[in-house]
């Protein structure tokens, strides 16, 4: 962030998306403006969607040229914007001033939309089946660059007549959340800011791979905002291959750590397993996961896994999906299958930035 809590001064090109209220109140302030100043631009940039000082217009001439010079409302820059056959996806790879790269996705339905964020540049958590996971871990994404990727999605929906506007948030693109907790809890509290961006806390999910740490913080932030876990195997030898930070939280402690989450919350957890054809779509896997989760307040959604290049394994067939639900259904666990969307464009996690370092 480009403010300086030992100086408690701000940098000449200060990025505002990084400031909370009172920063942002302290660095007018430092410039000599009252107070409703902050409130003017909070405005402007979370509602109105502007995508420079020039277009805020209630504020002085003179304070919106001093704003040009030494700060910015936007860092990202459209490297490539996919949309798919069917118009119901669109991805964005876009770039950052220090050359890194993230992937944004909108998921349109009948009477919504849903952005899908990154919360790091790459990822560190190595998922065997995740684009994302197989590029390793650049860097954190502040909380102004979380947030942006919202801004920039809610503009190009603003732009569309008679489409429905932003109503949902997923954090499940590029990265793990909770590898990257304090910048993206501070981005949440942005987004759910009813003076800023004001989205309804139980439109926004968080997934996380289970790190535990992050959950058990999570649990004591008193937001309702979803949590999702992403499992993918009900054993441990099959989720140490598939999600290798198995070894260090294995089911066991993961479990323990939802259900204090549970205790706590009293919300729902949603359980996300990408259905990957010969390796979990198993029935014996099937029976394993109500083993796991019997008893619970959970929801499991079904992921047809997306192509991977590199990745030997491919989406489970229909029949396995069938088999496998049958298993839950029978056991009483709620469950949905989730569309697949976006195939065309490289939707998966990961895949436009392998793609693009590739062509």
Not at 1 to 7: E, G, N, S, W, Y
Not at 221 to 241: F, K, M, W
Not at 327 to 333: F, M, P, Q, W
């Amino acid at each position: 962030m480009d403010f300086c809590c030992q100086t408690g001064k701000f940098s000449m090109t200060t990025y505002l998306l990084d400031l909370n209220p009172d920063e942002l109140a302290a660095f007018l302030a430092e410039r000599g403006e009252p107070p409703y100043r902050a409130r003017q631009i909070s405005s402007w940039i979370y509602r109105r969607l502007a995508r420079s000082f020039e277009e805020m217009t209630d504020l002085p001439l003179g304070l919106r040229s001093r704003l040009s010079e030494e700060a910015i409302i936007g860092r990202l820059q459209p490297v490539r914007d996919l949309r798919s056959s069917d118009a119901h996806t669109r991805k964005w790879l876009l770039a950052l001033p220090d050359g890194a790269r993230i992937e944004t996705v909108l998921m349109g339905y009948e009477k919504r939309s849903t952005a899908c964020i990154s919360t790091q540049a790459g990822c560190g958590m190595e998922c065997v089946f995740c684009a994302t996971g197989r590029m390793g871990l650049q860097r954190n994404l502040s909380a102004g660059e979380i947030v942006e990727q919202v801004l920039y999605v809610a503009r190009e929906l603003d732009l569309l007549e008679g489409g429905p506007g932003l109503s949902n948030i997923v954090i499940m693109g590029m990265g793990e959340p909770f590898a990257n907790y304090s910048n993206t809890m501070k981005a949440v509290r942005c987004l759910i800011d009813p003076s800023r961006y004001g989205m309804g806390a139980r439109h926004i999910t968080i997934s996380t791979v289970g790190l535990i740490p992050g959950i058990r913080q999570f649990s004591k932030e008193g937001i309702q905002v979803n949590l999702a876990i992403s499992l993918h195997a009900a054993t441990d030898d099959l989720r140490d291959r598939l999600v290798p930070i198995n070894q260090t939280y294995p089911l066991d402690k993961l479990m323990r750590g939802v259900r204090d989450y549970l205790d706590r919350t009293r919300r729902r957890v949603s359980f996300e397993w990408a259905l990957i054809g010969g390796v979990n779509d198993t029935v014996e896997q099937a029976r394993e996961l109500v083993q796991l989760v019997r008893g619970l307040l959970c929801h499991i959604n079904l992921i047809p896994l997306n192509p991977v290049e590199g990745y030997a394994h491919s989406a489970s067939p229909q029949r396995a999906v069938s088999a496998f639900r049958d298993v839950l259904d029978r056991a009483g666990i709620p469950n949905t299958v989730r569309l697949r969307r976006g195939i065309d464009i490289q939707a998966g996690c990961g895949q436009l930035f392998a793609r693009s370092e590739i062509g």
